[in-house]
């Protein structure tokens, strides 16, 4: 799949990006009708793509059929879907191999014994709403649909390692890693089998001897602990990074691994040892043009945006971004949040108690782990946004998610962001008091902030998680780019910047607050659900607007997140 280095040099990997054979399907009568032997009426798209920028497509929501053609030499054949918006269902010449459910994650599908020649992949693609969604119908992005990420083919010969994790703790005075890593491997041979394996960080051979695998199934193994002398730091801005490389007899797989130690204490959070201020922006991985299909030089192009800007986190709201570009992240040195779709607005009690919802974002969220492990810049898993954490049935997902991350999700904290703030009966399970609070915008004026501060720490200290750090996860104001008025009305830069720079300083001098994620960092297009207060049809609260282009508030950001570092580093 896309990442900014090569994954494998023995595997041999074919890319099943570029042109697909796409059909509409509004009656919904492909399966009934047999389209996965071959769809009728087709029109050619690009993939990755969304539908929503095909002609007559701009706001359909139901189900499509892709069809893609391609040649190989044979053998056992991984298809890896990087995301699809948001059910899939896919065949190869007409066999179904399975479905998924999401639309912001990795899934794959091994076919062992394929003949030399040409097949057909086919995938449908649904992407409407139920009362089990993940996001629910009611979201504030637009519902996007299609083939979303990369697509690739890959051969798969002998014991190959499909994906690794590595898990490690660093020494008190952080110099020494004792790690293991967890491969998850698949035999492409009918009986157990053994292969030779080598693993290395970086110069240093970590693990080199046999590993049995047993025959057509995929199995996790854990690897010997081993211990790394005198590492060097993954740090903000100071992105240390160590290739891994896994070889086997005939297969391998190279990742990157970064290492440092994110932890609270006494209201400060403290990465490798020192407290540390989060400057950040929230942002979407889209742009209407495009949707959710992010072109890779885009994702450069907000990188330097945001940094240009002072930052030092990101958040990824609402959903995993894609991989490549959290290897961006990994390598710029910058800090992230990455959470799952759970847009709480559109969760009501009942939904959110449900069974098969809990269940699906549970899934969601070990995917993300499953994916995403080993990106250092990844410090914040966020559980959810916006529920109805003041409730039993929010406070029970809380818990449940909470235990799970914080079991599996190696060395990084757990969060969510509240908008329940002095009703919340759930911040017993987050490691750092996260709110979302539009004081100056939907109500209150500017200085009500100051209240509101007095009135959470209160609160807090009532729910006995007074020791706990507080972060800012959303807050800010809209602004139509271009729209300028020195009196300072709602809607204009001048408000948007004068809103930000209030906020930015009351937090930063707050003894308790640890820092501050924009909302947002361009304007996006939203859904028609989210009604009249979406000028354009686009959540307007960007600094940037969609095009990226800076309004007043980015330089009134920049100019505080600057102060802040300044301060910093002093
Ligand atoms: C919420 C939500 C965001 C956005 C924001 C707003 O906090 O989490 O996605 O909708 O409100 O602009 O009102």
Known sequence: MARLFEEHI??????????????????????????????????????PSVW???SGLLSYEGAAWYEKKFYTKGGCLRFC?????????????????????????????IVPDVAEGYHTLTVLVDNRFDEYSIPQKKVDWYHYGGIVRDVAVETLEGICVLNNRLEYCLSEDLSTVEGHFVLDCYNTKRRKSESMIRVSIGEEIVFEGKIAVSGRKRQEIILPAFEMKNV????????????????????????????????VKDKEILLNGKPVEFRGVNRHEEQADFGFAFPLSRMKHDIDLILDMVCNAIRGSHYPNSKEFLDYLDE???????????????????????????KRGLEMHREMVRDYYNHPSIVFWGMHNEILSDTPEGLEMTKKYYAYLKENGGNRLVVYASNRHVKDISFGYTDVICLNMYFGWYSGDLPRWNSFMDEICAYLEEQGVSHLPIIFSEFGGGAIYGFHDAECPKWSEEYQAKLLDYTLNLFHEHPAVRGSFVWQFCDIRTCAEMGF?????????????????????????????????EKESK
């Open 81 to 109: 879907f990087g995301a699809v918006m948001t059910t899939a269902k896919v065949w190869l010449d007409g066999e179904y191999l399975g479905s998924h459910y999401g639309g912001f994650s990795f899934f794959d599908f």
């Open 533 to 565: 207060s979406r000028a354009r049809g686009f959540n307007n609260k960007g600094v940037m607007n969609e095009n990226r282009r800076p309004k007043a508030a980015y330089y009134t950001v920049q100019k505080c997140y600057r102060s802040f570092a």
């Open 332 to 358: 710029t040195g910058i800090l992230f949040w990455s959470e799952i779709p759970i847009w709480g607005c559109g969760f009501s009690q009942e939904t959110l108690g449900d069974k098969t919802v809990v």
């Open 232 to 263: 060097r730091l993954w740090d903000v801005g100071k992105p240390e990074l160590y290739e891994v490389r896994i070889e086997a007899e005939t297969d391998d797989l190279i990742d990157r691994v970064g290492f440092r130690k994110i932890a």
């Open 10 to 47: 023995v595997r041999s990997v074919k890319s099943l990006n570029g042109a697909w054979r796409f059909c509409a399907d509004r009656e919904d009568k492909g399966e009934a009708e047999g389209w996965e032997k071959g769809i009728p009426n087709a029109r050619t798209v690009a993939v």
């Open 52 to 54: 929503n920028c095909e």
